[in-house]
T-cell receptor, first 111, second 116 residues
Framework: AQTVTQSQPEMSVQEAETVTLSCTYD???????LFWYKQPPSRQMILVIR??????QNATENRFSVNFQKAAKSFSLKISDSQLGDTAMYFC????????FGAGTRLTVKP | DAGVIQSPRHEVTEMGQEVTLRCKPI?????LFWYRQTMMRGLELLIY????????DSGMPEDRFSAKMPNASFSTLKIQPSEPRDSAVYFC??????????????FGSGTRLTVV
């Protein structure tokens, strides 16, 4: 079974700074997808960014980018120019037969 | 599109009572998923459907939990009888046939269940 590990329960960053959230996973599959979801206090799960394992190029979505290291089974999320609205729980997810989530990282952006 | 719609948003019930959570997936989506979120266990997949048929219910914790999808636009998750340890946020999510791998899931706003 696939497992997803987020080793940072909590992180904080100053507004406008850059922060990186870590995620590692374990799988024997060669083709899969990885996702980062954001869960603000409203509780809504919002897709932030996705990465296809067979693509070497790291995905980017505006201020959000990933560092995908397939051999190391690592999938970190970088948030540039952090904004107060980025304060949320962030979940890393692995998609094989179904989607499995990490435990989450609570990010606080400080003014 | 209105997105995935869940009801109620909050539910408080007494131990032993039956609880029914409801979900309307996005029109045209073939997959429907039920997740449970707790502080201790995070997000757990309970069951998922493909074209209204349950595919994997291995995450359903006990026989007290049951889920149905009578048609493509409606699903229920029922707990009977409910217990305090069932208190959690329950999410429904949906995805189109070629969507899960490529686009992930679209989640509803969740139902916060409190069993007292």
């Amino acid at each position: 079974a696939q497992t997803v590990t987020q080793s940072q329960p909590e992180m904080s960053v100053q507004e406008a700074e850059t922060v990186t959230l870590s995620c590692t996973y374990d799988t024997s599959e060669s083709n899969y997808y990885l996702f980062w979801y954001k869960q603000p206090p409203s509780r809504q799960m919002i897709l932030v960014i996705r990465q296809e394992a067979y693509k070497q190029q790291n995905a980017t979505e505006n201020r959000f980018s990933v560092n995908f290291q397939k051999a190391a089974k690592s999938f970190s999320l970088k948030i540039s120019d952090s904004q107060l609205g980025d304060t949320a729980m962030y979940f890393c997810a692995f998609m094989g037969d179904d989607m499995r989530f990490g435990a989450g990282t609570r990010l606080t952006v400080k003014p | 599109d209105a997105g995935v719609i869940q009801s109620p948003r909050h539910e408080v019930t007494e131990m032993g009572q039956e609880v029914t959570l409801r979900c309307k997936p996005i029109s045209g989506h073939d997959y429907l998923f039920w997740y449970r979120q707790t502080m201790m266990r995070g997000l757990e997949l309970l069951i998922y459907f493909n074209n209204n048929v349950p595919i994997d219910d291995s995450g359903m914790p006990e026989d007290r939990f049951s889920a149905k999808m009578p048609n493509a636009s409606f699903s229920t998750l029922k707990i009977q009888p409910s217990e305090p340890r069932d208190s959690a946020v329950y999410f429904c999510a949906s995805s189109p046939m070629d969507g899960p791998l490529r686009y992930g899931y679209t989640f509803g706003s969740g139902t916060r269940l409190t069993v007292v």
